[in-house]
């Protein structure tokens, strides 16, 4: 099976600042990776698909790159809303694996 | 707008089986363009995904190598619902539980990326 490293597990910003998280796939995986985040408390929520691809109605700050193995999730102008966890997964075939996540919290 | 809605019992004694419904309003499980997905979150495991069933001229089934064996995914198209059966449960099956929807970009395909997910509901697994 293909397993999926994030990087880093935890970080933590300030406001305005602009983060960057990795994931790894073991084996290539083309473009078919999704990123979630899942707030305190709350229920995940799709945020990227296609490793690019914006879902509906998320915030143009978020933004994903990359394709084959290796993968990035970017987000301009942290805000306190962001405080979360984020996951990437991917979705070419069975088992859609999840990475390890990484947290993110304020300074 | 999909909904989806996960309910059962909250606790299930180690080695029982653990069974959770989730209905669906919204969309039909017997969409050609949906998956049924069950995943689960925990503090020690984060996110993982569990299986999922989806209907494309017959119905598929595939499940996470973790739990293979031990999971059935089942659709019941009668009240629009899927159900999911856990045995020989274990304390380290103690997760929140959702039932999520996958979507299809390519109609011609078989791959669905998820994009709503259910409340969801927490079991614990104790005696």
């Known amino acids: 099976d293909i397993q999926m490293t994030q990087s880093p597990s935890s970080l933590s910003a300030s406001v305005g600042d602009s983060v960057t998280i990795s994931c790894r796939a073991s084996q290539d995986i083309s473009n078919y990776l999704a990123w979630y985040q899942v707030k305190p408390g709350g229920v995940p929520a799709l945020l990227i698909y296609r490793a690019s691809t914006l879902q509906t109605g998320v915030s143009s700050r978020f933004s994903g790159s990359g394709s084959g193995t290796d993968f990035t999730l970017t987000i301009n102008n942290l805000q306190p809303e962001d405080v979360g966890t984020y996951y990437c997964q991917k979705y070419n075939s069975a088992p859609l694996t999840f990475g390890g996540g990484t947290r993110v919290d304020m300074k | 707008q999909v909904q989806l809605l996960e309910s059962g019992p909250g606790v299930v004694k180690p080695s029982q089986t653990l069974s959770l419904t989730c209905a669906i309003s919204g969309d039909f499980v017997s969409s050609n363009s949906a998956s049924w997905d069950w995943i689960r979150q925990s503090p020690s495991r984060g996110l993982e995904w569990l299986g999922r069933t989806y209907y494309k001229s017959k119905w598929y089934k595939e499940y996470a190598v973790s739990v293979q064996g031990r999971i059935t995914i089942n659709p019941d198209t009668s009240k629009n619902q899927v159900s999911l059966h856990l045995n020989s449960v274990s304390p380290e099956d103690t997760a929140v539980y959702f039932c999520?929807?996958?979507?299809?970009?390519?109609?011609?395909?078989?791959?669905?990326?998820?994009?709503?997910w259910g409340r969801g509901t927490t079991v614990i697994v104790s005696s």
């Open positions: 999520a929807k996958g979507y299809k970009w390519d109609a011609f395909s078989s791959i669905y990326f998820v994009d709503v």
